[in-house]
C-alpha cells in the first residue's frame, strides 16, 4: 500500500510525539500549529529576561521521551538534559505543617512517623497496591489502543481486582489515617484534571510512576524539552507550520481528504490526526460532516475537566527558602474540590502549587531575580458565567496577597513582571472547549474505551492524539497516546509488521 500523507493538527506533547514517530516510520509528516511556537499547552512566555513555562513542569516518566529519540535512532543527550528535581515537592498547610515528598524512603519515613506513627505501615502497603496499579494501568494499558467494547471487557477483571471503580481520595483513606497526609497522598490526580474524590483510582499510579523513575525538569525549562522534540522531528525531515490555524478537516464520502487553513489555502491529506481539543475537533473542525452528528453530540455531553487562573511572575530579590515544585493547601479540600468541579462556583480561598523553577535553572531569570508561576484550580466555563475580565485583577490581588502574607515576604513589593492566564485563554488560545485546561475529566466512565477513539469509527483517515483521548492528560499520557494512535495507523497502513516501537526493556522496569 502506498504510505499515506499525514497532517497533525496542533503541536502538544502529543502531537510532537505522534508525529516523531510517524515520520520515522518513513511517513510524510506535517504539523499544523496554530500559535506562533509550539509546544501547546508547553507554551513559553518571556517577559524582561524572564523565562516562564507556561505549563507542564513535573516531567516524569523520561523512558517516554527517551522511546521518542530512540524509534528515530537519535540520542536524547544531544537534544535536551533532563535534570532530577528533589524533593519532588514541597507541600504546606495553614497550621504550618510541611511535608516533603521525595524518593527518600528514610526521610519519608522519619516524616511520616512523626505526624501520625501508624500511618507508615499503611504507607508501605499504599505504595504495595500502586505498584500493582502501575503494572496494570500503566506498562500494560497505557500505550494500548481501546478500539472496541471487548478490549475493555477483556480488561474488567483487572480494573475490578484493583478497585479501578473507587475515587482515588477513598482508596488512599483505606491505607491513610492522618487527614494532611490523605490529601498529600491524593492530591496527584489533579496534576491530571482529575478530582480525587471521583476520578478512578488507577491515578494512584502516578506515585509508583513518580517513586520508579523520579521527577524532572528540562536544563532550561520545557520549552527546552519541546524545541528538542521540534528538532529532532525536523531532523528526520518533518515540517512544522507555525500560525497556521486549520479551520475544517475535509471529508468525502466517510474518507479525510485534506485539511482548509484559516489563511484560505485547502491541502491534500490521506491521514489527519487531530491534537486539538476533542470538543473543537467534532464541534468546529468537523462541524459540515453530517456522519458524525451523534459523535459530535455524545462527546459535548461528556464532563470537561476543569480550568486554571495562572499568574506568571518575576521578581527582583529570591526567594531561595521556597522548592522547585511548592503545592500550598488551603484550608478546604474535598468542598473546595467541591466548588470547583461540581458547583462551579468561584471560591474564596483556594489551594495553589507554586512553580520556582530557579531552585533548578538560574538561567530562568535574570541575575538576583527569580522566576515563578502559581496556578488555581477553577471551574471551566460551562458553569455560572464568572467574567473573567474583570475577575481576573481582583483574583490575582488575593492570590497574591495570600503569598505575601504566608510564604512571600515583601511580595508585591518586589514583582517585576506579571501576566495572567485565564479560563478564556484555554477557550481562545487553545481552542479548548469551555476552556477546560485538561481536556475530558478522567473519571472511570470516560477512559479507555468510553474515552474519543485515538480512530474515528466512521471517517476513514480520521485520527486523535493527546489529553482527550486515551490515557488521558499529563506529559506521560498524552505521549503513550502518540504511541497507542501511531501503533494503529501503522497497523492501518502499513500492516502489522511495521514495530510501532516496542521496548522490552522499558517494559521490564515494573
Ligand atoms: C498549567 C498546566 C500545568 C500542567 N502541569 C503538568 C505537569 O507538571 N506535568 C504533566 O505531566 N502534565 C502537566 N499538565 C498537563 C499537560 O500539560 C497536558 O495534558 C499536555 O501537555 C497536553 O498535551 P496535548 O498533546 O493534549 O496537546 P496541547 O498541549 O493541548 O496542544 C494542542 C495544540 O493544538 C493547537 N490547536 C488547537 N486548535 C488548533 C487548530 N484549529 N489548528 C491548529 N492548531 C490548533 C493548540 O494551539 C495547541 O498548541 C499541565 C497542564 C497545564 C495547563
Same mark, same amino acid.
Given at each position: 500500500?502506498?504510505?499515506?500523507?499525514?497532517?497533525?493538527?496542533?503541536?502538544?506533547?502529543?502531537?510532537?510525539?505522534?508525529?516523531?514517530?510517524?515520520?520515522?516510520?518513513?511517513?510524510?509528516?506535517?504539523?499544523?500549529?496554530?500559535?506562533?511556537?509550539?509546544?501547546?499547552?508547553?507554551?513559553?512566555?518571556?517577559?524582561?529576561?524572564?523565562?516562564?513555562?507556561?505549563?507542564?513542569?513535573?516531567?516524569?516518566?523520561?523512558?517516554? @521521551?527517551?522511546? @521518542?529519540?530512540?524509534?528515530?535512532?537519535?540520542?536524547?543527550?544531544?537534544?535536551?538534559?533532563?535534570?532530577?528535581?528533589?524533593?519532588?515537592?514541597?507541600?504546606?498547610?495553614?497550621?504550618?505543617?510541611?511535608?516533603?515528598?521525595?524518593?527518600?524512603?528514610?526521610?519519608?519515613?522519619?516524616?511520616? @512517623?512523626?505526624?501520625?506513627?501508624?500511618?507508615?505501615?499503611?504507607?508501605?502497603?499504599?505504595?504495595?497496591?500502586?505498584?500493582?496499579?502501575?503494572?496494570?494501568?500503566?506498562?500494560?494499558?497505557?500505550?494500548?489502543?481501546?478500539?472496541?467494547?471487548?478490549?475493555?471487557?477483556?480488561?474488567?477483571?483487572?480494573?475490578?481486582?484493583?478497585?479501578?471503580?473507587?475515587?482515588?481520595?477513598?482508596?488512599?483513606?483505606?491505607?491513610?489515617?492522618?487527614?494532611?497526609?490523605?490529601?498529600?497522598?491524593?492530591?496527584?490526580?489533579?496534576?491530571?484534571?482529575?478530582?480525587?474524590?471521583?476520578?478512578?483510582?488507577?491515578?494512584?499510579?502516578?506515585?509508583?510512576?513518580?517513586?520508579?523513575?523520579?521527577?524532572?525538569?528540562?536544563?532550561?525549562?520545557?520549552?527546552?524539552?519541546?524545541?528538542?522534540?521540534?528538532?529532532?522531528?525536523?531532523?528526520?525531515?518533518?515540517?512544522?507550520?507555525?500560525?497556521?490555524?486549520?479551520?475544517?478537516?475535509?471529508?468525502?464520502?466517510?474518507?479525510?481528504?485534506?485539511?482548509?487553513?484559516?489563511?484560505?489555502?485547502?491541502?491534500?491529506?490521506?491521514?489527519?490526526?487531530?491534537?486539538?481539543?476533542?470538543?473543537?475537533?467534532?464541534?468546529?473542525?468537523?462541524?459540515?460532516?453530517?456522519?458524525?452528528?451523534?459523535?459530535?453530540?455524545?462527546?459535548?455531553?461528556?464532563?470537561?475537566? *476543569?480550568?486554571?487562573?495562572?499568574?506568571?511572575?518575576?521578581?527582583?530579590?529570591?526567594?531561595?527558602?521556597?522548592?522547585?515544585?511548592?503545592?500550598?493547601?488551603?484550608?478546604?479540600?474535598?468542598?473546595?474540590?467541591?466548588?470547583?468541579?461540581?458547583?462551579?462556583?468561584?471560591?474564596?480561598?483556594?489551594?495553589?502549587?507554586?512553580?520556582?523553577?530557579?531552585?533548578?535553572?538560574?538561567?530562568?531569570?535574570?541575575?538576583?531575580?527569580?522566576?515563578?508561576?502559581?496556578?488555581?484550580?477553577?471551574?471551566?466555563?460551562?458553569?455560572?458565567?464568572?467574567?473573567?475580565?474583570?475577575?481576573?485583577?481582583?483574583?490575582?490581588?488575593?492570590?497574591?496577597?495570600?503569598?505575601?502574607?504566608?510564604? *512571600?515576604?515583601?511580595?508585591?513589593?518586589?514583582?517585576?513582571?506579571?501576566?495572567?492566564?485565564?479560563?478564556?485563554?484555554?477557550?481562545?488560545?487553545?481552542?479548548?472547549?469551555?476552556?477546560?485546561?485538561?481536556?475530558?475529566?478522567?473519571?472511570?466512565?470516560?477512559?479507555?474505551?468510553?474515552?474519543?477513539?485515538?480512530?474515528?469509527?466512521?471517517?476513514?483517515?480520521?485520527?486523535?492524539?493527546?489529553?482527550?483521548?486515551?490515557?488521558?492528560?499529563?506529559?506521560?499520557?498524552?505521549?503513550?497516546?502518540?504511541?497507542?494512535?501511531?501503533? *494503529?495507523?501503522?497497523?492501518?497502513?502499513?500492516?502489522?509488521?511495521?514495530?510501532?516501537?516496542?521496548?522490552?526493556?522499558?517494559?521490564?522496569?515494573?
Amino acid at each position: 500500500m502506498k504510505q499515506p500523507k499525514v497532517a497533525v493538527i496542533g503541536s502538544g506533547f502529543g502531537g510532537l510525539a505522534l508525529a516523531i514517530r510517524l515520520q520515522a516510520a518513513g511517513y510524510e509528516t506535517t504539523i499544523f500549529e496554530k500559535r506562533d511556537q509550539p509546544g501547546g499547552r508547553a507554551y513559553v512566555f518571556r517577559d524582561n529576561g524572564f523565562t516562564f513555562d507556561a505549563g507542564p513542569t513535573v516531567i516524569t516518566a523520561p523512558h517516554c @521521551l527517551e522511546e @521518542l529519540f530512540q524509534v528515530a535512532n537519535r540520542s536524547m543527550n544531544n537534544y535536551v538534559k533532563l535534570v532530577p528535581v528533589s524533593p519532588f515537592y514541597r507541600l504546606y498547610w495553614e497550621d504550618g505543617f510541611k511535608f516533603d515528598y521525595s524518593n527518600d524512603n528514610a526521610e519519608l519515613k522519619r516524616q511520616i @512517623l512523626a505526624k501520625s506513627p501508624h500511618d507508615w505501615d499503611g504507607y508501605l502497603k499504599f505504595m504495595a497496591y500502586t505498584k500493582e496499579v502501575f503494572r496494570e494501568g500503566y506498562i500494560k494499558l497505557a500505550h494500548v489502543p481501546f478500539s472496541n467494547l471487548w478490549s475493555m471487557v477483556k480488561v474488567a477483571p483487572q480494573l475490578a481486582q484493583l478497585s479501578a471503580f473507587r475515587p482515588v481520595y477513598t482508596m488512599v483513606s483505606k491505607f491513610i489515617q492522618d487527614e494532611q497526609l490523605r490529601q498529600a497522598f491524593s492530591f496527584h490526580s489533579l496534576l491530571v484534571g482529575g478530582n480525587p474524590f471521583s476520578s478512578s483510582s488507577i491515578y494512584t499510579l502516578i506515585h509508583y510512576l513518580e517513586r520508579s523513575w523520579g521527577v524532572s525538569f528540562p536544563q532550561g525549562g520545557t520549552g527546552a524539552l519541546v524545541n528538542g522534540l521540534v528538532k529532532l522531528f525536523e531532523d528526520i525531515g518533518g515540517k512544522v507550520y507555525l500560525n497556521s490555524e486549520v479551520d475544517s478537516i475535509l471529508t468525502k464520502n466517510k474518507k479525510v481528504m485534506g485539511l482548509n487553513l484559516k489563511s484560505g489555502s485547502t491541502l491534500p491529506f490521506d491521514v489527519v490526526v487531530s491534537n486539538a481539543d476533542v470538543g473543537h475537533t467534532y464541534k468546529t473542525l468537523l462541524r459540515s460532516e453530517k456522519t458524525l452528528a451523534a459523535t459530535r453530540k455524545r462527546v459535548l455531553s461528556q464532563r470537561f475537566s *476543569m480550568s486554571l487562573f495562572l499568574i506568571y511572575f518575576g521578581t527582583n530579590k529570591k526567594y531561595s527558602h521556597l522548592k522547585h515544585h511548592n503545592v500550598i493547601f488551603g484550608a478546604r479540600y474535598k468542598e473546595l474540590l467541591a466548588d470547583i468541579f461540581s458547583r462551579g462556583v468561584l471560591a474564596d480561598d483556594f489551594s495553589l502549587y507554586l512553580h520556582a523553577p530557579c531552585r533548578t535553572d538560574n538561567s530562568l531569570a535574570p541575575e538576583g531575580c527569580d522566576t515563578f508561576y502559581v496556578l488555581s484550580p477553577v471551574p471551566h466555563l460551562g458553569h455560572d458565567a464568572i467574567d473573567w475580565q474583570s475577575t481576573a485583577p481582583i483574583y490575582a490581588d488575593k492570590i497574591l496577597n495570600y503569598l505575601e502574607s504566608r510564604y *512571600m515576604p515583601d511580595l508585591r513589593k518586589h514583582i517585576v513582571t506579571k501576566r495572567y492566564f485565564t479560563p478564556l485563554n484555554f477557550r481562545d488560545d487553545l481552542n479548548s472547549h469551555l476552556g477546560s485546561a485538561f481536556s475530558l475529566e478522567p473519571i472511570l466512565t470516560q477512559s479507555a474505551y468510553f474515552r474519543t477513539q485515538n480512530r474515528d469509527k466512521k471517517i476513514q483517515g480520521l485520527y486523535f492524539v493527546g489529553a482527550g483521548t486515551h490515557p488521558g492528560a499529563g506529559v506521560p499520557g498524552v505521549i503513550n497516546s502518540a504511541k497507542a494512535t501511531s501503533s *494503529m495507523i501503522l497497523n492501518d497502513y502499513s500492516g502489522p509488521t511495521v514495530p510501532a516501537g516496542h521496548f522490552p526493556e522499558w517494559e521490564s522496569l515494573a
